[in-house]
């Protein structure tokens, strides 16, 4: 069984973070730190032991960046791998978690500053990254956070340009709401412009994520910067607008689609059948239906089907799930089979009574059929 996120945030690396502060500050005090982040540990989950550990340096360091600031820095190791997953702490110096509650550190303490606060977090990004922290700065002062933010979508290091796209997310999860990005996306898009051919698949990634960060609540914008993106684009940046648009293409939202050249499909729809049409919770749903294209040219293909869930108040709601993506060929016919259980999850409540589901194709409805569930 893999080790807890939590356990990242443990006794060892408290006490390195503490032997690295005491040789980079005279003035550190290091059993207070000691006592004060690791209180209580194992009753704490990850963010909880982060923002003690982070509450710790503040009882112990500097309040002022521009003092607190080259402390932090001398205790850092060297760069992380760029997109090497989770790293480790290593013996050089800080890195890894260690670096989110001291990302944090800085947002507490230097929002007064933040010329300084961001040159902390340019060298804390490289370790780990300081996608959470540099929010604050962005809502206190909007303009002069983006000023910054252009600059480093320009950086010679990857972490750092990513930290440009990663940092502004509208809807970075487990982050602050940028609502103000939400309500007009405008002041990010620069940024992803620059961004959108970046030379490491670790930033177009994340530029990705903030369009579809976008999309969630402006989709035309969305399906217009895809239209816009896909002129002359190479292989990278088709992937990267795809990626972009992946909730917009679930949905079936036909600018989008459109734009990513999914078109009406030429096609006969048959033999549609629910094979299971009483289901018992714990057991399949099972359907199955002939889709025969009558094109004498290639079409592209996402097909889809979506399950209408029953809610408590009595009305449905569609959750899509994806069957298949590529290329219907001439005359081509496929003969789908599907299975998928219906058993409890946490996500989900399940009522009694009829559901249904429905069959898409580039997102337009082929048709649907209804099904019993009992509980």
């Known amino acids: 069984m893999p080790e807890p996120f939590k356990n990242f945030f443990n006794l060892a690396l408290i006490t390195n973070m503490a032997e690295l502060l005491d040789k980079a500050a005279?003035?550190?005090?290091?059993?207070?730190?000691?006592?004060?982040?690791?209180?209580?540990?194992?009753?704490?989950?990850?963010?909880?032991?982060?923002?003690?550990?982070?509450?710790?340096?503040?009882?112990?360091?500097?309040?002022?960046?521009?003092?607190?600031?080259?402390?932090?820095?001398?205790?850092?190791?060297?760069?992380?791998?760029?997109?090497?997953?989770?790293?480790?702490?290593?013996?050089?110096?800080?890195?890894?978690?260690?670096?989110?509650?001291?990302?944090?550190?800085?947002?507490?303490?230097?929002?007064?500053?933040?010329?300084?606060?961001?040159?902390?977090?340019e060298e804390l990004t490289k370790r780990f990254s300081a996608e959470f922290a540099v929010r604050p700065f962005i809502i206190a002062d909007q303009e002069r956070a983006m000023m910054h933010f252009a600059?480093?979508?320009?950086?010679?290091?990857?972490?750092?340009?990513?930290?440009?796209?990663?940092?502004?997310?509208?809807?970075?999860?487990?982050?602050?709401?940028?609502?103000?990005?939400?309500?007009?996306?405008?002041?990010?898009?620069?940024?992803?412009?620059?961004?959108?051919?970046?030379?490491?698949?670790?930033?177009?990634?994340?530029?990705?994520?903030?369009?579809?960060?976008?999309?969630?609540?402006?989709?035309?914008l969305v399906a217009q910067i895809a239209t816009d993106w896909l002129v002359d684009a190479n292989k990278n940046r088709e992937r990267m607008v795809r990626h972009a648009c992946r909730t917009l293409i679930k949905q079936g939202h036909q600018p989008t689609l459109q734009a990513l050249g999914y078109s009406n499909l030429d096609a006969q729809f048959s033999n549609f059948e629910i094979t299971t049409p009483n289901v018992k919770m714990g057991s399949p749903l099972e359907f199955k239906f002939t889709l025969k294209s009558t094109s004498t040219t290639p079409q592209p293909l996402i097909l889809d089907y979506a399950i209408h869930f029953k809610k408590a108040n009595g009305d449905v709601l569609p959750k899509v799930f994806k069957l298949k993506t590529g290329r219907l060929k001439p005359s081509e016919k496929m003969d789908i089979v599907k299975s998928q259980m219906i058993k409890p999850i946490t996500t989900r409540t399940f009522y009694a009574g009829e559901h249904k589901v429905e069959i898409l194709a580039n997102g337009k409805s082929l048709g649907s059929l209804a099904f019993e569930l009992t509980i």
């Open 26 to 121: 005279s003035t550190f005090e290091r059993e207070k730190f000691l006592v004060l982040a690791s209180n209580n540990l194992d009753a704490l989950e990850l963010k909880e032991r982060s923002n003690q550990i982070r509450d710790a340096l503040i009882a112990t360091l500097p309040n002022d960046i521009v003092q607190a600031g080259p402390i932090l820095i001398a205790t850092l190791g060297s760069e992380a791998p760029i997109d090497g997953g989770v790293t480790k702490e290593r013996e050089d110096g800080l890195s890894g978690f260690a670096i989110m509650p001291m990302a944090d550190f800085v947002a507490a303490i230097g929002l007064n500053d933040i010329k300084t606060s961001f040159g902390v977090l």
């Open 151 to 220: 600059k480093w979508s320009t950086s010679e290091n990857a972490h750092v340009r990513r930290l440009a796209s990663e940092g502004c997310r509208p809807l970075l999860p487990w982050g602050l709401r940028l609502q103000e990005f939400v309500k007009d996306p405008a002041p990010i898009m620069p940024i992803l412009e620059t961004l959108k051919d970046d030379p490491a698949e670790y930033v177009r990634r994340s530029v990705a994520n903030n369009i579809n960060d976008i999309a969630k609540n402006q989709p035309d």
